[in-house]
């Protein structure tokens, strides 16, 4: 057996040094070679000092370090002895044990163990027990497969393969029953990822489902069944059906109708409209609906005005509009606004498709209105329909306007009196407020005075509709604007049950802009209010004022219907202008029948082409028993005179001529002033003419 090179060099050094190590204190004790000696046996103190510190590898770094820390010993035993007997044999001993242990060529072998440290015996093992053998249960060979599947992964929870079921049509999908590797204990500790490791699928494509016991078969919670479905997971993401694509996106935990469950989806292919059905669990009340991220779950934005949602109870429609409904122009025609016999007619149409209803008389008498529109926002076409509705009824129609308006001269030409100024308008208040005293008097066909009722046979007179335009500009003239406020408090109380409805037209309905609280609550509670285009910042004031509960105010409608351009980027890049916005939303605003506001797209009355058709071809008037007592009460004359002696207050004596003549009666406004009066307007013909004039037409 041949002796390794790294053995013999070793023991060549240990047989070279010995002499040294023995003579060299002796001889020059203060030599540099003295010195060296000393200094390299103190360095291996110090690394052995560290090496018993250190976790791993002790034995073996204090067997490497001996031969120089105990070279150094012997070599400071000398430099204190006496003679070279001593000096001799501690160094030939420490050369011999050097020779024998081997330190650093045993210590530096591969797999060897340290020196001094014990060898350790290969311990005896029993023989290993048989492998059990596999019980043929009869099972198949896909049951069998999946068998060592779940075998190989350690039998997750301590549990084995009953039988295993692949679904039809599937290479993947299969159902397990599982069962409790001991009898008597329930499964725990077993996790989808653990099934889903074992076949090496996604977590979410397991599901487990509990085990009902039937005739011939244990159940309860030493069962369990899980359900693999990888491939059933990406047909579902890739074409799911209609319940499945509600459920996952619309439905779920985090959805935007969370726990709705789909019913069905109806595509109506004229209107260009498809209705999505769904209901919400009884136990889970009300249901609670995200209109921004079920706009993105149908990939439309909620601004683009084309899905709307309506709830019923448990029940949920949407209605996603090819284009939105709010954009679409819907003529007015006569059936429209002809009202049916519960005084009711179609003022537009609601953002799901459904006809928008106004009325001209209600249960409680004569309906009042209220429409609310900045300029621009489509009021005076508004107020054209309600104009036609009334007269169609055969209701007598009054009109009164602050200023001068061509459409509303148009439909002063269908209107028993038309006036413009705060004048005209206290003096139509005033008549109105008389004919509630006239008509309480007025005795039916059976001899009885009774509150007016359109479906009472017997009356002797017809409902009047009195429209006040710019009714806010009115109430704040210096003359007459506290008692046209109260006088329109006074018909707004009691009008309706004398059936004269009054009709309020502006701009606003806030109390700090003159709109008292009476009257602004009276006219809310006997009328549909209509409210048009208001700008997103007074919506929450506007609808708080008219009574809707902040739960029920609707958000802001978006400046524009119309898509928008692609291609922006594109524009950008080339430098070129963006095109024009498309104000559309003339005419849609929100209509408040119930507790909550429904956006509605009023219909369009085309004034340029002529509005003769949506009127009867003769216009109604007051009876002549109201005309001659109101003339004898001095009210029925030219509304468009100037103020008349006496008619607002006593005159002036004669001896204080300068003094101003008393105008507006009872209660001014303090601090106002009269303003300049508008030249007198007779008849519709003369407004159109101002109109002209005005625009040097």
């Known amino acids: 057996m041949s002796i390794p090179r790294s053995v013999v060099l070793e023991r060549i050094a240990y047989t070279l040094a010995a002499p040294a190590l023995a003579a060299v204190p002796n001889l020059s004790p203060d030599g540099a070679v003295n010195t060296g000696m000393?200094?390299?046996?103190?360095?291996?103190?110090?690394?052995?000092?560290?090496?018993?510190?250190?976790?791993?590898?002790?034995?073996?770094?204090?067997?490497?370090?001996?031969?120089?820390?105990?070279?150094a010993a012997i070599d400071a035993a000398a430099m204190y002895t006496t003679g070279w007997g001593w000096d001799a044999a501690l160094a030939a001993a420490w050369a011999a044990a050097g020779w024998c242990v081997l330190p650093l060529s045993r210590s530096g072998r591969?797999?060897?163990?340290?020196?001094?440290?014990?060898?350790?015996?290969?311990a005896r093992t029993a023989p290993a027990a048989p492998a059990p053998a596999v019980v043929d249960d009869g099972a198949d060979a896909f049951t069998r497969d999946v068998r060592l599947l779940w075998e190989r992964a350690g039998t997750p929870g301590r549990t084995m393969v009953v039988h295993a079921d692949r679904h039809p049509g599937t290479h993947h999908d299969l159902t397990m029953l599982l069962r409790a590797a001991e009898p008597g204990r329930p499964i725990t500790g077993l996790s989808e990822a653990a099934v889903a490791a074992a076949f090496g699928i996604g977590e979410g494509d397991v599901h487990f489902a509990p085990v009902v016991q039937q005739p011939g078969r244990q159940g309860g919670p030493g069962w369990l069944e899980a359900h693999l479905t990888p491939d059933e997971a990406v047909r579902r993401r890739k074409a799911p059906t209609e319940h499945e694509w509600w459920a996952d996106r619309i439905g779920s935990e985090n959805g935007p109708v969370a726990g709705s469950v789909f019913a069905k989806q109806v595509r109506d292919k004229p209107r260009k409209v498809t209705h999505y059905i769904a209901q919400v669990p009884d136990e889970l009340g009300e249901p609670r609906v995200n209109l921004h991220a079920l706009a993105a779950a149908l990939k439309t934005?909620?601004?683009?005005?084309?899905?709307?949602?309506?709830?019923?109870?448990?029940?949920?429609?949407?209605?996603?509009?090819?284009?939105s409904p709010l954009a679409q122009v819907f003529p007015a025609t006569r059936e429209l606004l002809t009202p049916d016999e519960d005084g009711r007619w179609v003022t537009g149409y609601l953002g799901n498709g459904q006809p928008a209803r106004n009325r001209v008389y209600t249960d409680r008498g004569a309906a009042h209105g209220l429409f609310v529109a900045p300029s621009g926002g489509g009021k005076t076409q508004l107020m054209g329909l309600h104009v036609a509705a009334d007269a169609l009824f055969g209701a007598v129609v009054m009109l009164a306007t602050e200023a001068p308006d061509e459409k509303t001269a148009a439909l002063g030409e269908h209107t028993a009196r038309y006036g413009v100024g705060a004048l005209y308008m206290i003096r139509l208040l005033r008549v109105m407020v008389a004919l509630m005293e006239i008509r309480g008097q007025m005795r039916w066909e059976d001899g009885k005075v009774h509150e007016w009722d359109p479906k009472l046979l017997g009356c002797p007179y017809r409902m009047l509709s009195a429209y006040l335009d710019e009714f806010l500009s009115a109430a704040r003239n210096g003359d007459y604007?506290?008692?046209?406020?109260?006088?329109?408090?006074?018909?707004?109380?009691?009008?309706?049950k004398y059936g004269v409805g009054l009709k309020v037209a502006g701009q606003s309905v806030y109390v700090q802009d003159g709109f008292t609280q009476l009257l602004c609550e009276n006219l809310r509670e006997n009328c549909i209010p209509v409210v048009l285009k208001v700008a997103p910042k007074k919506v929450v004031d506007m609808f708080r004022a008219l009574g809707v509960a902040s739960e029920n105010i609707p958000d802001p409608l978006p400046r524009s219907f119309s898509p928008a351009e692609v291609g922006r980027i594109e524009r950008v890049m080339a430098g070129e202008p963006e095109p024009p916005a498309d104000s559309n939303t003339g005419g849609a605003g929100w209509i408040i029948e119930g507790k909550q506001p429904d956006v509605l797209r009023?219909?369009?009355?085309?004034?340029?082409?002529?509005i003769d058709g949506f009127f009867p071809d003769t216009v109604a008037t007051l009876t002549e028993h109201e005309i001659r007592e109101l003339e004898l009460r001095d009210l029925w004359f030219d509304w468009t005179e100037p103020p008349r002696a006496g008619e607002f207050g006593p005159e002036p004596d004669d001896e204080d001529e300068d003094?101003?003549?008393?105008?507006?009666?009872?209660?001014?406004?303090?601090?106002?002033?009269?303003?300049?009066?508008?030249?007198?307007?007779?008849?519709?013909?003369?407004?159109?003419?101002?109109?002209r004039s005005f625009t040097n037409a």
């Not at 604007?481 to 309706?496: C, T, Y």
């Not at 009872?666 to 101002?690: E, F, T």
């Open 659 to 691: 003094a101003p003549k008393k105008r507006g009666g009872g209660k001014p406004r303090s601090g106002g002033k009269s303003g300049p009066r508008r030249d007198a307007v007779s008849s519709p013909r003369q407004a159109l003419d101002a109109i």
């Open 110 to 122: 591969r797999h060897h163990r340290p020196a001094l440290a014990p060898i350790p015996q290969p």
């Open 602 to 610: 009023t219909l369009f009355m085309d004034f340029k082409a002529g």
């Open 38 to 71: 000393l200094l390299a046996g103190a360095a291996g103190v110090g690394g052995a000092l560290l090496a018993v510190k250190a976790r791993e590898g002790t034995g073996r770094k204090l067997v490497r370090l001996s031969p120089v820390v105990f070279g």
């Open 481 to 496: 604007g506290a008692e046209i406020m109260d006088l329109a408090e006074l018909v707004s109380v009691k009008g309706r």
């Open 301 to 323: 934005k909620y601004d683009e005005g084309r899905l709307f949602v309506t709830i019923d109870g448990n029940q949920i429609l949407v209605s996603l509009w090819d284009s």
